[in-house]
């Protein structure tokens, strides 16, 4: 045994002798890949998830004002190239807001200059803003269009044809109107070069006939974020191999979170992973809920606790995402009151409702929002139409539901569901 134990020691310690004469050329390398991964792994939570989320009332004055002025850039951004037709205009015009999830947000701009500071160690300053905003200007086009509603005269021919014979060109003027509006054609931005089509239909509800164009899709014109793609390669100097992940990192981090899911610490200044309900099974009542997405049904993110693949950050998905295409309904789960009605950067058009009982369902990433603030809604009422509004890389539909403010996964609620 002694002999055999001094020849794996012996061994042992040749092994260590090789491998460290073969490592030892290479060890500064990897001390510095450790290093930069470290500090970039720091960077992404302390910069871009706290600076650029923060409230400027707890930020330095230089970082206060270096964020006012990326909001006031950002702003200049989307409206120095606008159109209506060949007319410049200097403002967001399209009657469904659908500027939104195309513009740039100053918070773009920020996580661009902290890469730059990364990178480089450039000085986060106003003349970097300067440098990094003139590579992204935003152009929106519009078309003028004029929706035009008729009321539908209903009664025997007699009547009609009298109406006809005294004021045979001005019945449509006494029981219709019109209604001017600017529709999006096109974008080019940050997000990418997008054309937007429409299709004119006329249809008749409540005794009234109205002809409109109505969205039907969006075409992306080359690559998505080409603008910031070719932007990191050639200012930053971005490998092709490293250029999704950089993407990613800047649009994600702007967005208020680096995880890929939906940032939800805005609905709840508490909220955070000691806030999840792991089964929530028994804390509605049996059959309260209907399927939030009539006809649609397969998952494509599961609700859970997640490590990210590069931070290593142990973070929620708050809710279940389901595979639907842009324009079919979401509906109310249950009978409640709409709390809120509205936009959010990560979470697009959403609505959220309270049922009673501490009981709260969210539903996100609408492409049309279907109801308003305080406004009560039955349950299989439709209050939102599925789109990829916010951060969204195609559409789906996002739903959740918290019991007391605590995170609960909404498959619980529905049988079979996991």
Known sequence: MNIKNKAKKSLSKKAKRIAVKALKPF???IILFLGLLFAF??????????????DTKSLPLETKQIKEQ????????NTCHNYIGLQPTKNLLDMDDRERDKEIQWSHLYSIMAFHNMTNNTAINFLLLNQVAKEFESTFRYEEYTIKEEQIIKGNSAANSLVKDEKENSVNELTGKTQKVYLLVESDTIMGHYKYNYEERTVEENGVKTTKKVFIGEELIGEKYERLKKYLKTHLFVRDSDIETDVEIVIQAANGYYDGEESTEWLQGKSSSD????NGKGLVPTGMFTWPIPGYTTVTSKFGMRTHP????YKLHSGTDISAPIGANFV???DGKVIKASYNSAYGNMVMIDHGDGIVTLYAHGSEI?????QQVTKGQAVLKV????YSTGPHAHFEVRINGNFTNPMDYFEGGE
């Open 275 to 278: 806030t999840i309900i792991t």
């Open 332 to 334: 109310a789960m249950a």
């Open 387 to 390: 789109g990829s509004t916010g």
């Open 41 to 54: 792994c720091s960077i992404i939570d302390a910069i871009f998830v706290q600076d650029v989320q923060a």
């Open 70 to 77: 990326c909001i006031a850039k950002a702003e200049y951004l």
């Open 310 to 313: 590069i931070t290593h950050v």
């Open 27 to 29: 060890l500064p390398f």
């Open 370 to 374: 279907l109801v308003t603030t305080n």
